[in-house]
């Protein structure tokens, strides 16, 4: 892939190092012939040394840089529990990715139950463009990629995958040769089944053998190997998988790949540019200043302060996490050295969300009634990135472009100053997209009032945040960090 202004915002979200993607039906990987951190990637020498620029070049540069250094130490030293000096960073800005087959997903088994017969992905080299190629065996089914084991933490215990480690991108496993062979072939071209005369037939087609799917409503936990293909008519009864062993720091989940098997770790930081004579900014504003007062408290939400405008964004993924968002492992691109990240700065727009300091104020009275073991800068910084994702969830439904085309970041900015919340368009120069929102007044309201009610959780109730409420696609965050209850005790938002 070769990158245009408007794909670096793409691939930042979906096309980083290690990221997984679909073409044609089969899954591969951002990666690269080189060892380093950042495989896969081409930099723009000329944008790289533009960004490189803006952000030592002047106020607002340093300013930005200056925070997301800041954020990405805070979530390392979360993360794996002590401090990673960032104080160096090169923001590299991608012309091309190789998107290339990764061997730990080089394995497929035919769908069909009577069949299942595993096979090597590389073995057919030129697929059909509408699929993956046949099986083997019964030349008629179609065939999809086997599960992979991926890795999930043992308990609290930090993940293996250290900063800048190119072998933690391969902490994915395929099923393994002593899974694939007919599980009663035994080394010496021993045979142990029972009923055989202790030798195996040596010209079995690579001496493969079968995954069965016992039960569709369970796909991969059900899954049983087998081998029905004997060429000796010898009985081969489905049997359980065997699990990899775990290591020090890792268990292995067995699930089947996919683009969302991997998500980004991203942080971002963004400054206000006031432009006079803005007629764009100026009709959205005019068209806002009835709405905020319906909607938002004017004791915690600085009303005239809040106001929609012109953004300088700097943007930054710097690894990712494989698994889900609790017991998932994450990676960095980060060496400690070059500390080479990928990301890019935008000129676009969005809201600015002012908060007066009566925010911390009670933050802090939540936390003695509620939370009082907590620290007041953690629910700090979880109510500003849950009130971020209540300004971001709906974005997509109340205009129809996709929710990678909507992001946000958000500053803590001490109890005699308040915080500020910024959601905005990802594309370069802005798409629109909150100035439509924001324009129509009786859509803002609306989408405003549905916020409120979702932060009751009417569907799943669930203990803080779910995908019924909160949680959005492409946060940086993996949806961690999220708290409903609190930003309903903030009573932030009226509502009916």
């Given at each position: 892939?070769?990158?245009?202004?408007?794909?670096?915002?793409y691939?930042l979200?979906?096309?980083?190092?290690?990221?997984f993607?679909?073409?044609?039906?089969?899954i591969f990987?951002?990666?690269?012939?080189?060892?380093?951190p950042?495989a896969?990637?081409?930099?723009?020498?000329s944008?790289?040394?533009?960004?490189?620029?803006?952000?030592?070049?002047?106020e607002d540069?340093?300013?930005l840089y200056d925070?997301?250094s800041?954020?990405?130490?805070?979530?390392?030293?979360?993360?794996?529990g002590?401090?990673i000096?960032?104080?160096v960073?090169h923001?590299?800005?991608?012309?091309k990715?190789?998107?290339r087959?990764?061997?730990?997903?080089?394995?497929?088994?035919?769908?069909?139950?009577?069949?299942g017969?595993?096979?090597?992905l590389?073995?057919?080299?030129?697929?059909?463009?509408?699929?993956?190629?046949?099986?083997?065996?019964?030349h008629?089914s179609?065939v999809?990629?086997?599960?992979?084991w991926i890795p999930?933490?043992?308990?609290?215990?930090?993940?293996?995958a250290?900063?800048?480690?190119?072998?933690?991108?391969?902490i994915?496993?395929?099923?393994?040769?002593?899974?694939?062979f007919?599980?009663?072939?035994?080394?010496?071209?021993k045979?142990?089944?029972?009923q055989?005369?202790?030798?195996?037939?040596?010209?079995?087609v690579?001496?493969?053998?079968?995954?069965?799917?016992t039960?569709?409503?369970?796909?991969?936990?059900?899954?049983?190997?087998?081998?029905?293909?004997?060429?000796?008519?010898?009985e081969?009864?489905?049997?359980?998988?065997?699990?990899?062993?775990?290591t020090?720091g890792?268990?292995?989940?067995m699930?089947?790949?996919?683009?969302?098997?991997?998500?980004?770790?991203q942080v971002?930081?963004?400054?206000p540019?006031?432009?006079?004579?803005?007629p764009?900014?100026d009709?959205v504003?005019?068209?806002?200043?009835?709405?905020?007062?319906?909607?938002?408290?004017?004791?915690?939400?600085?009303l005239?302060?809040?106001?929609?405008?012109?953004?300088?964004v700097?943007?930054?993924?710097?690894?990712?996490?494989?698994g889900?968002?609790?017991g998932?492992?994450s990676?960095?691109y980060?060496?400690?050295?070059?500390n080479?990240?990928?990301g890019?700065?935008?000129?676009?727009?969005?809201f600015?969300?002012t908060?007066?300091?009566?925010?911390?104020?009670?933050?802090?009275?939540?936390?003695?009634?509620?939370y009082?073991?907590?620290?007041?800068?953690?629910?700090?910084?979880?109510?500003?990135?849950?009130?971020?994702?209540t300004?971001?969830?709906?974005?997509p439904?109340?205009?129809?472009?996709?929710?990678?085309?909507?992001?946000?970041?958000?500053?803590?900015?001490?109890p005699?100053?308040?915080?500020?919340?910024?959601?905005?368009?990802t594309?370069?120069g802005?798409?629109?997209g909150?100035?439509?929102?924001m324009?129509n007044?009786?859509n803002?309201?609306?989408?405003?009032k549905?916020?409120?009610?979702?932060?009751?959780?009417?569907?799943?109730e669930?203990?803080?945040a779910c995908?019924?409420c909160?949680?959005?696609k492409?946060?940086g965050?993996?949806?961690r960090?999220?708290?409903?209850?609190?930003?309903?005790?903030?009573?932030?938002?009226?509502?009916?």
């Amino acid at each position: 892939m070769t990158t245009t202004n408007k794909s670096v915002g793409y691939a930042l979200r979906s096309l980083y190092p290690g990221a997984f993607a679909s073409y044609r039906g089969v899954i591969f990987r951002v990666t690269g012939p080189s060892q380093g951190p950042l495989a896969g990637i081409t930099a723009d020498m000329s944008e790289t040394m533009k960004v490189f620029e803006s952000l030592r070049g002047d106020e607002d540069g340093k300013k930005l840089y200056d925070k997301v250094s800041k954020k990405l130490e805070s979530h390392i030293k979360e993360e794996v529990g002590r401090s990673i000096p960032v104080k160096v960073l090169h923001v590299v800005v991608p012309e091309k990715i190789d998107l290339r087959f990764d061997e730990s997903l080089d394995m497929i088994y035919c769908s069909d139950s009577a069949c299942g017969t595993l096979d090597k992905l590389s073995y057919n080299k030129f697929p059909p463009k509408d699929r993956m190629p046949g099986c083997r065996k019964c030349h008629q089914s179609r065939v999809q990629q086997a599960p992979v084991w991926i890795p999930q933490k043992l308990g609290n215990k930090q993940g293996q995958a250290l900063l800048g480690d190119p072998a933690a991108q391969g902490i994915i496993r395929n099923m393994g040769v002593h899974q694939i062979f007919c599980y009663f072939s035994k080394p010496g071209n021993k045979c142990s089944h029972p009923q055989g005369d202790g030798k195996c037939v040596l010209d079995f087609v690579s001496k493969l053998g079968s995954l069965k799917m016992t039960d569709p409503q369970r796909p991969v936990d059900s899954l049983r190997k087998y081998n029905p293909h004997c060429p000796k008519g010898l009985e081969v009864p489905p049997i359980p998988l065997e699990r990899l062993h775990r290591t020090t720091g890792y268990w292995y989940k067995m699930d089947f790949p996919r683009e969302s098997m991997t998500v980004p770790l991203q942080v971002s930081a963004a400054e206000p540019r006031v432009i006079e004579e803005d007629p764009e900014v100026d009709e959205v504003n005019v068209a806002l200043e009835d709405v905020k007062a319906v909607i938002l408290n004017d004791e915690i939400v600085d009303l005239k302060e809040s106001v929609f405008s012109r953004l300088r964004v700097l943007e930054l993924t710097y690894g990712f996490r494989t698994g889900n968002r609790i017991g998932g492992v994450s990676s960095y691109y980060l060496d400690g050295h070059d500390n080479n990240v990928i990301g890019r700065v935008t000129e676009t727009q969005g809201f600015v969300l002012t908060l007066r300091p009566e925010f911390y104020k009670r933050v802090d009275g939540i936390k003695g009634s509620k939370y009082p073991e907590e620290d007041l800068d953690y629910l700090v910084d979880v109510a500003l990135h849950s009130i971020k994702h209540t300004l971001l969830v709906l974005c997509p439904t109340y205009t129809g472009f996709e929710p990678d085309k909507f992001f946000g970041s958000y500053d803590a900015l001490g109890p005699d100053r308040g915080a500020k919340v910024y959601v905005y368009d990802t594309d370069d120069g802005g798409n629109g997209g909150f100035a439509a929102i924001m324009k129509n007044r009786q859509n803002f309201v609306r989408m405003l009032k549905e916020i409120s009610l979702r932060l009751s959780c009417p569907k799943r109730e669930c203990n803080l945040a779910c995908k019924q409420c909160l949680f959005i696609k492409n946060c940086g965050n993996v949806n961690r960090k999220l708290n409903r209850h609190l930003i309903s005790d903030l009573e932030m938002f009226y509502h009916d």
